[in-house]
Structures are given as structure tokens and as C-alpha cells.
């Protein structure tokens, strides 16, 4: 790519590709991130939802997109780290076939229940849980999404069970502890905080490692199973081969986008802090995740074919 071509860039619209149902966490993050980056660039940044077999669909078309900075690919964990590791047929590799640019956001998973229910504390929910045996289910994004993981680290942690139902998506998974159908789920705060602050969900504990003032006066889970903590993140990668010249000129667009006040508040209204680092440190971080949710995985023998 020659000169002329890098200081021109971008200059067309801009491609970004979620591997996530409409209503989950990386899709709300990634939208309000998308519309403030193309007042900033200047070109609007088209959010387009691809949310197949897990994700799959989504990251193998981003893998296969031209390497010319138009198609950037906002991921989370879910896509990264865990269904690598728990998908036995996967035709992409995350640490080899992309760009890393940078992460914006870094956030907690929630832990909420249904209002109705007679649970303000994690202690509450595990009496609950064991007094109500085979009668309480718990709700996920789908198998192996951040919240089925999640929910499994609290159960081994503090020696409880509830039956697991996945549905299609945070978006669905959250509806369904709303209206009932499920009391309870730990999923990324943003797909949740409009709720709660609506009174449509309680929020009992959040999975940081200490409490947050963003967060408020929610405490952690690690109060009550101590060790936990297992939050989430959104991040830009591109497709392998664009020119780092390129890359380096959007990852200034990134920052300077997460640096506007009005970023950091809508952000935050979602429990979410803006959050930047190099490629290298966001591969680092992925492939330290990678080995820790193999650790999680091969526990609580989890695989999806």
C-alpha cells in the first residue's frame, strides 16, 4: 500500500463485523463504539451482526475479508478464547489469524435474578439453588459463551448446581431471567445495566476482583466464593495481512475516540470503561486467556461440535 493510500485512509465507509447476536454485550459496546469512531474518522462504520454457530460464522468471515483496513472485527472472549477452546472443529485460529489493533472496553459479568425471586445476596442464590433442587435454571448466551462459563465457575467454586438453559445470544438469555423463564444468569454488564436500572432485574454481584466505583455498592462474588473473578472485554482485530501503517493510523482514531468524555460516559452507563493497549499486549492477553479457560474447560468437561 503506498503513501498516498495510508493518508488517505479511510475514505470509504468502514465494515464492522460482530460475531454476536443483536442485544449482547459486544454488540451494544460495539455499536456505541461504532458511531462515535465514524464521527471521528469522519466515514460511518457499518455495523453488520453475524452470529451463527456460535460466532464461527462471524470470525470465518472476517478472516477471509480483504486486508485493506475497511473490515475491522469487534471481539470478545467469547469468540477468542472460549470457543477455541471448546469447539472441536474450528477453522480459524485467533492468535494467527488476525491483526490485533487494540481493546476499547474492559467490564464486569453481572450476576442478576429475576426481582420476584427472595435472592440480594450470592449466599441467597446458593441457599436457593439447594433448596430448590433440579428446579432452578440458570440462562446463557449458549453453550460455552462467557456467561455459561462464568456461571460454571461460580457453581464448582461454591459447590451448587442449577440446570443449565442456553439460548441464542445474551439478548435472549437476559429476556429470559426478565420474564421468569430462567432465575438467574452472570453475564457482561452491559447487556444488563439498563435493566436493572429499570428495576427488570436485580443485581446481586458483580466478577471483579474488588468492588468498583462504577459498579457502585455491588459487591463482588469473590466476597463469597473467594478467588472469583472472571470479567470480560471488546476489542478490534483485522483481517491477517492489513499494513501496519494502516493499523497504527486507526488505533489513533480508536484512542483518540476513547478519550472524548461522551464516550466514556455512555461506555459507562453500560458498566463498561474505555481501555486501550498495543497489538502486542492484546495478543499477550489472548493467549494468557486461551490457557486459562483450557483450564476451565477441561474441569468442567465442556466441547460443542
Not at 472496553?105 to 433448596?131: E, F, G, H, R
Not at 456467561?147 to 460454571?152: D, K, M, V
Amino acid at each position: 500500500m503506498n503513501a498516498d493510500a495510508v493518508k488517505d485512509y479511510p475514505n470509504r465507509p468502514i465494515r464492522m463485523i460482530l460475531p454476536n447476536a443483536p442485544g449482547s454485550s459486544n454488540d451494544v459496546l460495539g455499536r456505541i463504539f461504532a458511531t462515535k469512531l465514524g464521527e471521528v474518522i469522519g466515514q460511518q462504520v457499518i455495523v453488520e451482526n453475524h452470529a451463527g454457530a456460535a460466532g464461527l460464522i462471524g470470525m470465518e468471515m472476517a478472516k477471509t475479508a480483504s486486508a485493506d483496513g475497511y473490515t475491522i472485527i469487534s471481539t470478545s472472549p467469547a469468540s477468542m478464547t472460549i470457543l477455541p477452546n471448546i469447539r472441536k472443529k474450528l477453522n480459524y485460529d485467533p492468535l494467527g489469524d488476525y491483526q490485533f489493533v487494540s481493546l476499547y472496553a474492559v467490564l464486569p459479568n453481572m450476576l442478576v435474578v429475576n426481582p420476584s425471586l427472595p435472592i440480594q445476596t450470592v449466599q441467597d442464590l446458593i441457599k436457593y439453588c439447594n433448596a430448590n433442587p433440579e428446579k432452578v435454571y440458570v440462562a446463557s448466551a449458549g453453550p460455552g459463551s462467557q456467561s455459561h462459563l462464568a456461571s460454571l465457575l461460580m457453581q464448582v467454586g461454591a459447590n451448587f448446581s442449577s440446570i443449565h438453559v442456553p439460548y441464542k445470544g445474551g439478548g435472549a438469555s437476559v429476556l429470559a431471567v426478565m420474564t421468569g423463564e430462567a432465575q438467574w444468569t452472570i453475564t457482561p454488564a452491559s447487556s444488563v445495566m439498563g435493566h436493572v436500572r429499570n428495576g427488570k432485574l436485580r443485581a446481586v454481584a458483580h466478577s471483579l476482583s474488588q468492588r468498583s466505583q462504577l459498579m457502585g455498592d455491588i459487591p463482588t462474588v469473590g466476597e463469597t466464593i473467594p478467588g472469583f473473578s472472571y470479567s470480560a472485554w471488546n476489542g478490534i482485530v483485522m483481517p491477517k495481512g492489513v499494513p501496519m501503517a494502516i493499523v497504527d493510523k486507526f488505533r489513533a482514531s480508536m484512542i483518540k475516540t476513547l478519550n472524548l468524555t461522551e464516550v466514556k460516559d455512555l461506555l459507562g452507563k453500560q458498566g463498561a470503561e474505555t481501555f486501550t493497549n498495543t497489538p502486542e499486549q492484546f495478543r499477550t492477553l489472548v493467549q494468557t486467556e486461551l490457557e486459562s479457560t483450557a483450564k476451565v474447560v477441561k474441569v468442567s468437561n465442556l466441547t460443542i461440535d
